[in-house]
Nanobody, 124 residues
Framework: QVQLVESGGGLVQAGGSLRLSCAAS????????MGWFRQAPGKEREFVAT????????YYADSVKGRFTISRDNAKNTVDLQMNSLKPEDTAVYYC?????????????????WGQGTQVTVSS
């Protein structure tokens, strides 16, 4: 079992930045690929970014590529999402997730553990 707790959400103006953090506990953090997803009201949960176990490989949704950066610290059991140049359409609840699989994935069904989410609101 892995417990995930997100933090760092809030209200920001368009063009601003936020840094989300996800703290993991339970099992060996470095045995999991990690991902960030988001869900806006009335929409399905969608993939944002993912990072492999070592942190050496990352992948982003086209909508955030060049603006968001995912990183992890296996010594601290954390995974972060740096979000720059935020847009109103980035408004959503952001979720951290852990995947026992060896390869990174963009699919929600692939992930085994989820955090409770943190709200990000970008005003225009």
């Amino acid at each position: 079992q892995v417990q995930l707790v997100e933090s760092g959400g809030g209200l920001v103006q368009a063009g601003g930045s936020l840094r989300l953090s996800c703290a993991a506990s339970g099992r060996t953090f470095s045995n999991y690929a990690m991902g960030w997803f988001r869900q806006a009201p009335g929409k399905e949960r969608e993939f944002v970014a993912t990072i492999n176990r070592s942190g050496g490989s990352t992948y982003y949704a086209d909508s955030v590529k060049g603006r968001f950066t995912i990183s992890r610290d296996n010594a601290k059991n954390t995974v972060d999402l740096q979000m720059n140049s935020l847009k109103p359409e980035d408004t959503a609840v952001y979720y951290c997730a852990a995947d026992r699989g060896f390869f990174i994935s963009t699919m929600t069904a692939q992930y085994d553990y989820w955090g409770q989410g943190t709200q990000v609101t970008v005003s225009s």
